[in-house]
């Protein structure tokens, strides 16, 4: 058990992990050092109870979700474990005890940015939640050496920076390299005889090992403590040797070098996903370890495997991981040496796969080619898989070449290639959408031959958010207003923040929740200050907009309702006396290829550039952009904000996650019919969100008649004006050719219709600025919000995945 949890054994821990880990004194040491030592600790107190539960899970046998994701956001350990572990108080006391205040050694923690956004923070969401319900799961992924990359500004363009994140290690990791998995790449196949049983085998061509790193995953004040196993990948012994053996020392370390490039670096969501061979190295290397980990370290050898579906499934999070379906039937077939139909059994119990887009290109295909190469015996598995399916469609349709042709997992054009949404789909119990809206159309536009054919395949799952990371941690002022009014432990039932309606009608507790509103605002103006040098000005309203920056987002209606205010005033139409005092805060990185994004970064950092600095707005019109957001960053602008953008073309965005998180703490939507915004809507009541733009049919239609963006430009002269200040070269130096691109763009293409959606979407930023303008008001509708958002809790989306797909009951 762990020892009792006493400040002055607290302190003694800790001047132990100090001294005989870190090795200095406390006079000596450096705020580094009680970072380590801090963390150290902590982990002390959560380990005991970890290693309980591995065993547990491995006596019972339970049946074990799998999560297989590319990516984890994590963000900041050290808050999140001492909450979970129920430590906060002490070890503040403690570290005072010791001359130390416990902020600044938060403050220290590099977060581990792996993963690009959404998708990556889901799955970080997700593995809190299953832990904190007590189900047994293990996260697998990739050990990034280098995460998503440091944004910084330079002559306000983006400039990417390398993640360093491990240059001073990180006291959370647990490396195994006892438990290390060798995956295998490239060579040939070829058949033996096997008693009279011709069986094929894989001869590769060459290998890496996987050594994993375990990271522990505490439930929230609950006692348990799940894994989460990351894959770092280094040259094989035997490989290195061959070529060392052979004297050409340079070989040698070009081939560890080229081993160890595979778990180096996270992919940023680059504007052209195909073709990238070690991207395809990265996601076989990850899921062939992990199911090798997975069979031999929970698997007894002389397990029934045609009963594997009663023990795991494996989740697959997008189509990264999908190369697993066939390596698992290799591993049955080949190795266990399973009947092919039977393998086949136990894989479609043993996957499901989550689908997290629809955006055409961002759909994964692999080219066989490349495939062939990579992974020779996989693609005659892939080949078998797909010829057998398509006999079955055959068989129920007949010889209909079309219907073949569009479900066949093999494209031919442009290029011979595996359709890995089509792989999962077909080998997946289940396949689900992340929103209600997405999960239809995911049915309905992109894989309706699919939903015919495996009727009850497809279901929706809508995403959530940890409460604790994204309520307790990030907003402790509001989650204290919570605890007193609701009492305690509503972070792991979310719905009982129903019992708030009550009290919106409560002068006393609305003016209690603009009281934490505005203290947030004050923490984000300090924390602002220190970072970036900006300040928030007092009585502005905070609209922000946060996330990745793609075009179907929309970053550009934004831009263009700023410049649009602003030309307003310099115009002398609007008076900025008149103006509702408004700040703009963006955070985006865009993909480092992906210049379009780029050149809209450019753009905002421009606008915010000259509208700051323009006297005639009076300062009531602030644009700030800084740099680098994040999940530390997301934890200090999402509980400051009034107003959250979600204004993504509907039928574009699946889900959105930071939706949630901002209704949540008290913000307002202002959003288009898309992803879970409509869910949201549904909740909160139309009167408290700002609906505007096209709904996906009325998208549909528009397409179908023929879209002219320049119709629009014509009709909306708001809209001409603030197209035509971009385009004069005001916010560019005088320089019209620098945001050209940007204003042909939207003129002559558009395919995200913002020009489209602008008139609407201005009249909605007024009704905006009007509800502000009644502070009383518009705190009962952010009271409303967050009395009803707490359907968004991950923790429900994981009750629906058990319901609905996985089936895991919890560990006793
Ligand atoms: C990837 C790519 C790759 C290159 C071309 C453009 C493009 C556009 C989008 C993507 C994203 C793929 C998957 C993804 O991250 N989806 C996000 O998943 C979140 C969690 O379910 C969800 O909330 C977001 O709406 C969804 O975009």
Same mark, same amino acid.
């Given at each position: ?6 400040? /002055?054994?607290? #302190?003694?821990?800790? %001047?132990? !992990?100090?001294?005989?880990? $870190?090795?200095? @004194?406390?006079?000596?040491? =450096? ?75 938060? /403050?220290?923690? #590099?977060?581990?940015? %792996?993963? !690009?956004?959404?998708?990556? $923070?889901?799955? @970080?969401?997700?593995?809190? =939640? ?683």
């Amino acid at each position: 058990m762990a020892p009792p949890v006493t400040v /002055d054994g607290f #302190v003694a821990q800790f %001047l132990r !992990n100090l001294n005989f880990d $870190r090795g200095v @004194a406390l006079s000596a040491s =450096s705020i580094t050092d009680q970072y380590f030592a801090l963390a150290y600790t902590v982990r002390d107190y959560l380990v005991a109870r970890w290693l309980e539960d591995q065993r547990r899970l491995r006596e019972t046998q339970a049946k074990t979700v799998c999560y297989l994701s590319a990516e984890y956001l994590l963000g900041r350990q050290l808050d999140n474990d001492l909450l979970a572990g129920g430590l906060d108080e002490i070890a503040t006391e403690a570290l005072a005890a010791c001359g130390i205040d416990i902020a600044d050694l938060r /403050d220290a923690e #590099v977060e581990p940015g %792996l993963g !690009n956004g959404g998708l990556g $923070r889901l799955a @970080a969401c997700f593995i809190d =939640s299953l832990a904190t319900m007590s189900v047994p799961n293990i996260g697998y992924g990739i050990r990034y050496e280098y995460g998503i990359f440091r944004q910084t500004f330079v002559d306000a363009q983006q400039v990417e920076q390398p993640d360093a994140w491990l240059t001073m290690g990180s006291p959370w990791e647990f490396p195994h390299p006892e438990a290390a998995q060798t995956v295998s790449f490239g060579g040939h196949t070829e058949t033996y005889d096997d008693d009279g049983v011709t069986r094929t085998r894989w001869v590769p061509g060459w290998g890496v090992q996987a050594v994993p790193y375990n990271l522990m995953v505490p439930g929230f004040q609950n006692g348990r403590v799940n894994t989460l196993r990351l894959w770092s990948s280094v040259a094989t012994d035997s490989f290195d040797l061959r070529v060392f053996n052979s004297g050409d020392y340079e070989e040698a370390v070009r081939a560890q070098t080229f081993a160890e490039n595979i778990s180096k670096v996270l992919y940023p969501e680059d504007s052209t996903p195909q073709g990238k061979e070690l991207r395809l190295q990265q996601q076989y290397f990850f899921v062939a370890a992990s199911i090798a980990d997975f069979l031999s370290q929970m698997v007894p050898d002389d397990a029934d495997l045609t009963a594997l579906g009663d023990r795991v499934i494996f989740q697959l999070n997008d189509t990264h991981p999908v190369i697993a379906v066939p390596e698992l039937m290799r591993v049955l077939v080949d190795e266990k040496k399973m009947e092919w139909d039977a393998a086949w059994a136990v894989t479609q119990q043993c996957f499901a796969y989550t689908c997290h887009t629809l955006l055409p290109e961002a759909l994964e295909v692999w080219s066989v080619d490349l495939l062939g190469r990579l992974l020779p015996r996989h693609l005659e598995i892939i080949y078998r898989i797909n010829a057998e399916f398509l006999l079955a469609v055959r068989e129920r349709f007949g010889d209909d070449e079309m219907r073949i042709r569009d479900m066949s997992i093999i494209a031919e054009y442009p290029e011979r290639s595996v359709r890995m949404a089509y792989l999962a789909t077909v080998a997946g119990a289940k396949v689900n959408g992340v929103a209600e809206l997405h999960s239809q159309l995911l049915r309905d536009k992109v894989l309706p031959a699919f939903d015919e054919f495996f009727p009850g395949k497809f279901t929706n799952v809508t995403n959530g958010v940890t409460p604790r990371r994204f309520m307790r941690l990030a907003n402790p002022q509001l989650s204290g207003l919570l605890t007193d009014t609701l009492g305690a432990g509503w972070e792991t039932d979310l719905d009982r923040l129903r019992g708030l309606e009550a009290f919106a009608d409560d002068a006393d507790f609305r003016a209690q929740f603009a009281e934490v509103k505005a203290a947030n605002k004050r923490r984000l103006s300090e924390v602002l200050h220190a970072r970036d040098g900006f300040d928030v000005s007092d009585g502005h309203m905070l609209d922000v907009m946060v996330k990745r920056l793609h075009e179907y987002k929309r970053q550009m209606l934004k831009v263009l309702h700023v410049v649009s205010t602003y030309e307003s005033v310099v115009s002398g139409r609007v008076a900025a006396s008149d103006l509702q005092p408004r700040t703009a805060v963006f955070g985006a990185k865009a993909a480092p290829g992906y210049q379009m994004a780029k050149r809209i970064i450019h753009l905002i950092n421009a606008v915010g550039s000259v509208v700051n600095d323009d006297p005639r707005l009076e300062g009531r019109l602030k644009v700030l952009f800084p740099p680098n957001y994040n999940v530390t960053l997301a934890e200090r602008v999402i509980p400051a904000a009034d107003l959250s953008e979600q204004i993504s073309l509907a039928g574009k965005e699946a889900s959105g996650t930071g939706n949630m998180k901002f209704a949540l703490n008290g913000a307002l939507t202002i959003g288009t019919d898309d992803g879970a915004n409509v869910e949201i809507r549904q909740l909160v009541g139309d009167e408290n969100f700002f609906l505007f733009g096209m709904s996906e049919p009325e998208v549909e239609a528009l397409w179908a008649r023929g879209y002219k963006p320049s119709s629009f430009y014509q009709a909306d002269d708001d809209l001409r004006r603030a197209i035509d200040l971009i385009a004069s070269g005001v916010f560019s130096g005088g320089d019209r050719s620098v945001f050209e691109p940007l204003v042909s763009n939207l003129l002559y293409d558009d395919r995200f219709m913002v020009l489209a959606d602008f008139t609407s979407y201005m009249a909605a930023q007024r009704r905006v600025d009007a509800a502000y303008a009644d502070q009383d008001a518009w705190n009962r509708a952010a009271i409303l919000n967050i009395a009803r958002c707490g359907f968004f809790s991950s923790d429900r989306s994981m009750r629906d995945y058990i319901d609905r797909i996985w089936h895991t009951p919890p560990m006793v």
